[in-house]
């Protein structure tokens, strides 16, 4: 099935109410059992129209960047130092940090104050790790991102919505890096 030649995915699972998935970068629609997507599909199809258009940019921007090759040593000790220098700027405490794979972001901070970092993070220019790192810092302050969340990253990054942007680009580009070469090491 497509749309507008977006091709999708409907997978029928045990939920409540249906939800639109961009996760991948390609589009994957939830839905209760028995259910039908056309309803969706047409209530959202501006949306899926915007975000396939802008993931369909952001994968041609990979090809313009590159990714950092770093030990697994260098990179554990840049983030240790960015996260003591960011915990300063912020006036905030950090308790701990975690490095493991996800599959779905960089980086998340939990409500004990805990950092689990991505070590996927460490193909990414420094700029975006010191985004990455004050973005979820940001969040002892913060917890949501509304109006005073973002107000807090534009302090230090008056053009965070360009980083988000790069964070997507470097998404699909580690991705693909990874599957390529079989892991996600």
């Known amino acids: 099935m497509e749309l507008h030649n977006i091709p999708y995915k409907v997978s029928h699972r045990a939920v409540k109410y249906p939800r639109l998935e961009f996760k991948t970068g390609k ?16 209530k959202y199809k501006h949306w899926i129209i915007k975000q396939f258009n802008f993931i369909k940019g952001c994968l041609e921007s990979t090809k313009d960047k590159n990714l950092i090759n770093r030990t697994e040593g260098e990179f554990r000790k ?28 960089w980086a998340s901070l939990s409500s004990a104050k805990n950092l689990t ?36 990253i534009s302090r230090k990054f008056k053009n965070y919505q360009k980083m988000e942007r790069e964070m997507f680009i470097y998404w699909f580009l580690v991705s693909n890096y990874c599957k390529k070469r079989g892991n996600y090491s």
Do not use: C
């Open 27 to 42: 589009l994957l629609i939830v839905l209760p059992l028995g259910s039908k997507p056309d309803i969706l599909l047409d």
């Open 78 to 105: 840049l983030i240790y130092f960015l996260a003591k220098e960011t915990s300063k700027e912020l006036r905030v405490e950090l308790n701990h940090i975690y490095f493991r794979k996800m599959r779905t972001k």
């Open 117 to 152: 970092v991505n070590r996927l993070m460490k193909y990414l220019p420094e700029y975006l790790i010191r985004y990455v790192i004050f973005h979820e810092l940001a969040h002892i302050i913060e917890k949501r991102h509304n109006e005073k969340f973002w107000e807090i």
